[in-house]
């Protein structure tokens, strides 16, 4: 099946469309009290439907649905029941801190709280009545999505009946600077348009993460075989399911890298390791392509539901985030911004109407993010127009461009590069461990990269820390805990 076929549809009828196709073909595999579950297409669309006709007869229809996003197989259904029946879901990431994620909960102000039951305690912190809070699955749960999943007959609902262009999805944005923002996208935000071809994955990045939903929704179309895991358990499900096809983000990239150097992660059966969130890793690219694994960074952003650009085997440039896609318009300002435009862009900032008239303009999306076309069209990202540093003489530098630089020294997993008293400066962290003999190689290491840089690009001073930054909850560095 192609993206094409998708376009234009609702949730529920892209749903009815992959369980008419591949019908009895495997969809998911995952692990439950050490046994392995699998779970077809058919079955997964007939488990939808139950479970909206149930969110149907508890009045949820236009409102909104928080969904607790730790990747379960209950979860998964929650979120396209929810979305399928005309509630908008919320999907949350539980392990951000307890104020950012009341704070989101009471912006949202849900009609209900489908929780796992390790979260139950957050969950009833955020207000409501007992009855709008549902436990997902596990034994004990006074109510649960598997209780009514295993009924036995057809569900007596048949799908939602509204347009393509209504609120489905409300998202978080990583927030690496500032409050994050409640960002409002219709159902155009699942439209499977990654164009890579799959065939046996490992899903983990969070459902909270736009980058997740969008590949589970490509592997769904092109009747590819997942397994349903996330960030704390992947290395020991990759381990078991041995899949072909890896995206995830750049730290957990350079963990897999790490196992493999150790002999610990076997990566015999992956074809593909690719990555989002963050320009990617050349140094880790290399190492992947010298074992035959393919590997290439995708660049989107939440506000345009997901994909940009991206690569795939036959249409890569080492060093980009690929080709643009079909379904957006895109054109670089005057100023080296990157700005997007269609069907997929949000619908606004929830109960910001200032930010979304800033963030767009006569339809298109700033995104804050500089780079540049080649005379190919690969897109390729040197930075982010609000982290640019000014310096006094003029000159402005894009922190990004010079971490990744960094990067390539073995001994620094995390660092930052920021602005103090008109120099450039290097917050870094070298793992646990760490003493003056890696902290002298380190600096040994910025001596020399400042050899091959310009005056206005060189670090003038390094700062170690003692203990890695503090990350949002996509996994990216809080920037502002480099000097706060």
């Given at each position: ?386 982290n640019i540093i000014i310096l006094s ?32 400066a290097a917050s870094v962290w070298c ?38 930054f503090e990350k949002t909850g996509s ?10």
């Amino acid at each position: 099946m192609t993206d094409s076929e998708f376009w234009g549809l609702t949730v529920y009828e892209m749903l009815h469309k992959m369980a008419k196709a591949y019908g009895s073909r495997m969809l998911f595999s995952y692990l439950e009290e050490g046994n392995v579950k699998e779970v077809s297409h058919q079955q997964f669309f007939r488990d939808i439907c139950v479970t909206a006709e149930h969110f149907a007869a508890l009045g949820l229809k236009g409102k909104r649905v928080v969904i607790d996003s730790r990747n379960t197989y209950e979860q998964v259904v929650s979120l396209f029941a929810a979305v399928s029946m005309g509630a908008v879901a919320v999907p949350l990431n539980f392990d951000l801190s307890e104020e950012d994620l009341l704070d989101a909960a009471k912006r949202v102000e849900p009609a209900m709280v489908v929780y796992d039951p390790e979260d139950e305690a957050l969950a009833g912190r955020m207000g409501l009545e007992e009855s709008c809070l549902l436990a997902s699955h596990g034994n004990g749960a006074s109510e649960s999505v598997r209780k009514w999943l295993d009924r036995d007959g057809e569900p007596g609902w048949s799908g939602y009946g509204g347009s393509p262009d209504s609120p489905a999805l409300i998202l978080l944005t990583s927030g690496s600077t500032s409050r994050s923002k409640l960002v409002v996208l219709n159902h155009y935000a699942f439209f499977p348009h990654v164009g890579m071809e799959t065939e046996k994955s490992i899903f983990l990045l969070p459902m909270s993460h736009i980058a997740g939903l969008i590949i589970l929704m490509n592997d769904m179309v092109r009747g590819t075989h997942i397994c349903l895991s996330n960030m704390k358990n992947g290395m020991a499900d990759i381990r078991w399911f041995r899949p072909k096809d890896i995206f995830t983000v750049p730290m957990f990239v350079t963990m897999i890298i790490k196992q493999h150097k150790k002999n610990r992660l076997d990566l015999s059966s992956v074809k593909n390791i690719s990555s989002c969130g963050a320009p990617q890793n050349l140094e880790a690219a290399e190492y992947l392509l010298s074992l035959g694994i393919f590997s290439a960074s995708f660049y989107g952003t939440t506000e345009v539901s997901g994909t940009v650009a991206y690569s795939t085997p036959r249409e890569y440039r080492f060093g980009s985030v690929g080709r643009p896609g079909p379904w957006n318009q895109i054109r670089i300002s005057k100023s080296g911004e990157i700005l997007i435009r269609g069907k997929t862009v949000m619908l606004g900032y929830l109960g910001d109407e200032q930010a979304s008239g800033e963030a767009l303009e006569e339809g298109w999306y700033h995104t804050g993010d500089i780079g540049y076309l080649d005379e190919d069209g690969y897109l390729f990202l040197t930075g982010r127009m609000k982290n640019i540093i000014i310096l006094s003489n003029g000159e402005n530098v894009s922190p990004e461009a010079l971490e990744e630089r960094l990067y390539r020294c073995a001994l620094i997993e995390e660092v930052v590069v920021y602005g103090e008293d008109d120099k450039l400066a290097a917050s870094v962290w070298c793992g646990e461990g760490t003493g003056e003999r890696e902290q002298e190689e380190v600096r040994e290491y910025i001596f020399r990269f400042n050899q091959t840089m310009p005056r206005f690009h060189n670090i003038r001073k390094v700062v170690f820390r003692d203990k890695p930054f503090e990350k949002t909850g996509s996994g990216k560095i809080k920037r502002a805990s480099a000097w706060g």
